[in-house]
């Protein structure tokens, strides 16, 4: 069966210090992996996704990056976290289909910029 | 940009009631799914229903989709405790990427 490993759980980074987050599939290949942010009490909004290694696609102008070294490896990355950059963090993978199916999420990373 | 609205933001039922949440978007879509989140965890997917269906049931949830009112609904009946979370409707963006754009969600508590 496929599983989704993201960590950490919850990180607590002061402004302008690097970040790195990572998430892992297990049990599958070639997924299409996801990076949503969501504020306190609020949807999510779509960072980055990925259909292969090494390509990315950007949603939103920000301060984050993501790269795909791995098939089942996607990491989220900044230089210099911002305030701003304080969320939950979800990691998601789908299959490689056709079509828009169901997402599988990690259990997300409740980062606080202070 | 193309986006379900979950409609109410919040809604507080007791134990053995309904609980009906409304989702709107704004372009044609090729499906739409609803999923849970539990506080603090990750969403969970819950069902999908296509472009071409109107109606969809899994357990105690049941799903309608209007495409011509570019709108769908997640009931669910006898409603727990542990259905309190919040519920998200999500849709495809345009042209089959893959990637799927989220409602703001409905956050729902149902008192025992």
């Known amino acids: 069966s496929q599983t989704i490993h993201q960590w950490p759980a919850t990180l607590v980074q002061p402004v302008g210090s690097p970040l790195s987050l990572e998430c892992t599939v297990e049990?599958?290949?070639?997924?299409?992996l996801y990076w949503y942010r969501q504020a306190a009490g609020r949807g999510l909004q779509l960072l980055f996704y990925?259909?292969?290694?090494?390509?990315i696609s950007s949603e939103v102008p920000q301060n984050l990056s993501a790269s795909r070294p791995q098939d089942r490896q996607f990491i989220l990355s900044s230089k210099k976290l911002l305030l701003s950059d304080s969320g939950f963090y979800l990691c998601?993978?789908?299959?490689?289909?056709?079509?828009?199916?169901?997402?599988?999420f990690g259990s997300g990373t409740q980062l606080s910029v202070l | 940009s193309q986006q379900g609205e979950e409609d109410p933001q919040a809604l507080s039922i007791q134990e053995g009631e309904n609980a009906t949440m409304n989702c709107s978007y704004k372009?044609?879509?090729?499906?739409l799914q609803w999923y849970r989140q539990n506080s603090g965890r990750g969403l969970v997917h819950l069902i999908l229903?296509?472009?071409?269906?109107r109606e969809k049931h899994s357990g105690r949830l049941r799903v309608t989709l209007d495409t011509s009112k570019k709108s769908s609904s997640l009931l669910i009946t006898a409603s727990r405790a542990a259905d309190t979370a919040s519920y998200f409707c999500?849709?495809?963006?345009?042209?089959?990427?893959?990637?799927?754009?989220f409602g703001q969600g409905t956050t729902l508590q149902v008192k025992p």
């Open positions: 998601a993978w789908s299959r490689p289909t056709a079509g828009n199916e169901k997402l599988f």
């Open positions: 049990g599958t290949s070639n997924p299409n």
């Open positions: 990925s259909v292969g290694i090494g390509q």
């Open positions: 372009t044609s879509i090729n499906n």
């Open positions: 229903i296509r472009s071409n269906e």
């Open positions: 999500a849709t495809d963006a345009p042209g089959n990427t893959g990637k799927l754009i």
